[in-house]
Each structure stands twice: as structure tokens, then as C-alpha cells.
């Protein structure tokens, strides 16, 4: 039952693995048994100790993304009309399409606040 990815153990293997621990096996009779390593085996029962769960509470982690959805659709609209532009062409273009929205809602938000 050796179902491994980049060395670790999946999803239901993790589960064998916690069940076997609480019904009383040892890590090595355990590790022996499914046919993985001892190692693999303790990360699974610490991860479980640790958080109450087979995987670890690091499932969100990374940095954030830079571009809302938003931005980024404009960024493949403004490539995708001219896509042998430059990189400085492609900022300046953006940033000359931000400026028009910025003004725009400015212009809503003052004629909101002072009707004619």
C-alpha cells in the first residue's frame, strides 16, 4: 500500500497509518506492515498529534498574489491586442487604463456628493 507522492504519504494512507497508531501498533510494526518508511510513519502521528488532523495547517501558505482578478483580465486584454509590445509598453498602458478608471470614479463619486 505504498501510495506516495515526492515521498510523503496521500490522503487515505495518512488515515491507515493514524488507525493503526491508536489501535496499538508500534511505528515499526506500522511502517512495516504498509510497506513505508518509519519516517513517513512519525511525520504522519506528529502532524495528527500536533493539529488533530493528517495534514498540516499549512495549507494556505506562500505569498499572496500581486493582481486581483480584475487586474489581471486587463493584463491579458492589453497582451492579447498587441502581443509582440514590450514589457514597458505593456506597463504604460496599464497604468494609463488605471488612471482613466481612477479618475472616472472620482468624477461618479463627486457628482454623488454634489448633485447638480
Known amino acids: 500500500m ?15 497509518v ?14 512495516t506492515s504498509l510497506g513505508v518508511s518509519r519516517v ?3 511525520k504522519v502521528m506528529a502532524t495528527y498529534t500536533n493539529h488533530g488532523r493528517t495534514s498540516s495547517a499549512k495549507s494556505n ?4 498574489a500581486k493582481l486581483s482578478k480584475r487586474d489581471h483580465h ?4 492589453t497582451v492579447s491586442i498587441n502581443h509582440r509590445s514590450t514589457a514597458a509598453k505593456v506597463t504604460a498602458e496599464i497604468l494609463k487604463i488605471i488612471s482613466k478608471k481612477k479618475k472616472n470614479s472620482l468624477t ?3 457628482q454623488i456628493q454634489h448633485p447638480q
Request: charged share 25%.
Open 108 to 110: 461618479r463619486a463627486s
Open 40 to 42: 513517513a510513519v512519525s
Open 61 to 64: 501558505s506562500g505569498q499572496k
Open 18 to 31: 493514524v488507525g493503526a497508531h491508536l489501535a496499538g501498533a508500534s511505528v515499526t510494526k506500522t511502517a
Open 74 to 77: 486587463t493584463l491579458k486584454r
Open 2 to 16: 505504498k501510495e506516495m507522492r515526492n515521498g510523503t504519504l496521500l490522503g487515505f494512507s495518512k488515515r491507515i
